[in-house]
């Protein structure tokens, strides 16, 4: 093993490349040698009970478990027996030692403002939103929705809710308001807590206006709070909505955590899938808890003294479990900043982890492709010093921008962990670590303790090395999601029901694995595409379409994209007498913003007299697919296609 010169980005065969944990970095770090990972690796699988015993030991707990791991077919449970409190684990538990002084979160408002929040701050204000929920009647199970812009109160929030064993549920603020409609209804959240607007690329964001829209088609909402983020203008409604500021005016600064089963619900969080109506993916107290809090601090090697920075929105779950979740149940500081990356300069981004030293910048592949395009002068501007380990989360990451961020992010010094999860796992599952990891760009290397992933074909049987095959996950750690929230047939059915012989979980992804056992993940395998990072489901978009009274069909397929990693491209029969064109495509860019938010806009809309069916009436994506991929054209294409008679060529060969 070598640790190679990072030049000839152009011609480097990356797969062969290793780049060891600096000799020094490793010495420093929580887990110091691959034999060392191996050692804990083996406990963790093959005795389970005790190794997260002792790490959930690690965390407070208000009654011991009866048992650590039982599971019957799809239907697992962690801990059973014990009560704990996130919030508690996440705040109080800091405050009898100096870290009750120390920044718990440090915040930048897209405008420049700043706030700092120690630990005590964090107590206070969580404990007397708390307060103001209960005094709004929310209790313990009841659902509540979160709209928020990325302020310092959204993670209050959600702390508040766990704190009295609510259950929150985190809408994306760039969503729309019949996106936030169909989560609110979906949850039976009864209460929305909202902010006057905020900041994207210096524009107000109408958050409020888009929480009454929704809300007059969700009737469970009894209340919205609404937190003044920029004293602009809102619509009011005295009835229902209430200032945060007026809510917690009277509040008393404590409030008793809630006893919570390890079981209990925590949080709910939507996430696309193969149909057109996103799922609730439903995450429990304690495993989740175990999950974050050992992933976080071994994974980013978390030590009292980092800066922690991941940069995702926390309408995400990468958000909840390394913005928020993760870093304060280690007592850690985390940076929130509030705005686009690149916005106003595209060193936004660097000028931020200068001004607080980050030390661990956690961030997508998308993110970092758009910095290299910007040029290499925006980050050359700052003193990225204090950064000393890096990572990204999302998407596969290619190799080219892997050695970018290594060397003109990292110095070369930094190594980088690629962290492969999902909404459904709550935390990490395959990952390097640090200090022990070799690392291969472009690999998410190997398992996190108490994964057992493996890479089967369609019978279940392992793939030979190098061979592509599906994800599979064979026990759920202690973070996997329960269930998606109303809808136990649909969990049963997307995630298990693959592999339900053998009991493993199925988790959409294709991959394959190379001689050292290191994964290399490929992409989806089903109608989900990965668009900057972020999920969504073609069924979405292509029912956002459909909902336009011009449109007869239409059919939404990926095309791999430099930049975003897949573009968004829609195939749509308009009905008899539309016109077809540049004014329609743009009409219908619209209508998918309108329905689901600007994330989903299409960037390619073609026209086609039919869509290409097979006999049995099925859309045969796989030849749009190659089309979409072929195309010549750049941007738009408006005119109208002739697919039917490719589909003949083709016969009906597809799927
Ligand atoms: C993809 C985000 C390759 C994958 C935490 C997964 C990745 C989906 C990686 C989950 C990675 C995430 N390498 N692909 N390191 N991380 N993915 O639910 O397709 O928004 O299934 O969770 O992102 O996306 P989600």
Redesign the pocket.
Known sequence: MTTGPATQIDTLLAETRLFDPPAEFAAAAHISSLDEYRKLYDRSINDRDAFWSEVASELTWFKQWDGVFQRDGHRFRWFDGGATNLSFNCVDRHLSSGTRNKAALIWEGEDGEQRVLRYHDLYREVCRFANGLKSLGVGAGDRVGIYMPLVPELAIAMLACARIGAVHSVVFGGFSAEAVRDRMVDAQARVVVTADGGLRRGGVVALKANVDSAVEAADCVEKVVVFKRLGNEVAWDDSRDIWWHDLVADQPLDCPPADVAAEDPLFILY?SGTTGKPKGVLHTTGGYMVGCYLSTKLIFDLKDQDTFWCTADIG???GHSYVVYGPLLNGATSVMFEGALNWPEPDRIWAVAERYAVSILYTA?TAIRSFIRSGNQWPEKHDLGSLRLLG??????NPEAWIWYHEVIGGGRCPIV????????GSIM??PLPGATPTKPGS?TLPFFGCEPDVVDSDGSSVAPGAGGFLVMKNPPPSMARTLYGDEERYQLEYWSRYQEQGWYF???GARRDEDGYYW????VDD?I?VS???LGTMEVESALVSHPTVAEAAVVGRPDDLKGTAIVAFVTLKAGQQPGDEAAATLREQVVKEIGALARPDEIRFADALPKTRSGKIMRRLLRDIAQGSTTTGDTTTLEDLSVLATLRGDEEE
């Open positions: 996430t995400w779950v990468t592949p990204t989360v999302g998407e596969p990451i690629d962290t492969w999860w999902q909404t459904e796992t395959i990952s998410a988790a959409g992804d993940v490929l992409g989806r989900v990965n990072g972020h999920r």
